[in-house]
Antibody, heavy 123, light 107 residues
């Protein structure tokens, strides 16, 4: 059974940093592109970032480019999102998702999602 | 960026009704279109990929069709457990973009 469990969320002040982690199990983690998607309270879904299976291809939404860094450790079956220079508008539930892509490196949308972790940016 | 416009934003229907949601892209996305279901407080769940392919384990009352810029998602016979918000998402171009969602309620 595919499982994705996010951790590392919480309350942080504007300008602060936070590192999210996603522990994956139940599939060959090193074969799949992985995604982060967020959802502001009461709002829709917003794609944040994707990383290919070997970390060769990395993509970001313009809204987080230069502030967020996605990475993965295939030996630990883990995905990460380092978030710096956080703003109030980054407040959201952040979802880790396994992407449907497992060969091209181009994200195709998530087919399995974690339960999400809340990040609140407020003074 | 490709904008995805979903309609209606919300709908109310009776159990057993046929429900249709539309999604329109601002440019041709071929069939690179996914549909997700999100129940309150839960993560999204992939229902349909590549416009018309049903994800394994998803009931056959869900279906999708379309290509290019115009897509439809249909629930052939609405069930109480289908109460959720449904999102389309294009995967033709980065950034991946979602529609605004359609909230489905029982009348």
């Amino acid at each position: 059974e595919v499982q994705l469990v996010e951790s590392g969320g919480g309350l942080v002040k504007p300008g602060g940093s936070l590192r999210l982690s996603c522990a994956a199990s139940g599939f060959t983690f090193s074969s799949y592109t992985m995604d982060w998607v967020r959802q502001a309270p009461g709002k829709g879904l917003e794609w944040v970032s994707s990383i290919s299976n070997s970390s060769s291809y990395i993509y970001y939404a313009d809204s987080v480019k230069g502030r967020f860094t996605i990475s993965r450790d295939n030996a630990k079956n883990s995905l990460y999102l380092q978030m710096n220079s956080l703003r109030a508008e980054d407040t959201a539930v952040y979802y880790c998702a396994r992407d449907r892509d497992f060969w091209s490196g181009v994200p195709a949308g998530g087919d399995y999602w974690g339960q999400g972790i809340l990040v609140t940016v407020s003074s | 960026d490709i904008q995805m416009t979903q309609s209606p934003p919300s709908l109310s229907a009776s159990v057993g009704d046929r429900v249709t949601i539309t999604c329109q892209a601002t440019q041709d996305i071929s069939n690179y279109l996914n549909w997700y279901q999100q129940k309150p407080g839960k993560a999204p769940k992939l229902l349909i990929y590549d416009a018309s392919n049903l994800e394994i384990g998803v009931p056959s009352r869900f279906s999708g069709r379309g290509s290019g810029t115009d897509f439809t998602f249909t629930i052939s016979s609405l069930q109480p457990e289908d109460i959720a918000t449904y999102y389309c998402q294009q995967s033709d171009n980065l950034p991946l973009t979602f529609g605004g969602g359609t909230k489905v309620e029982i009348k």
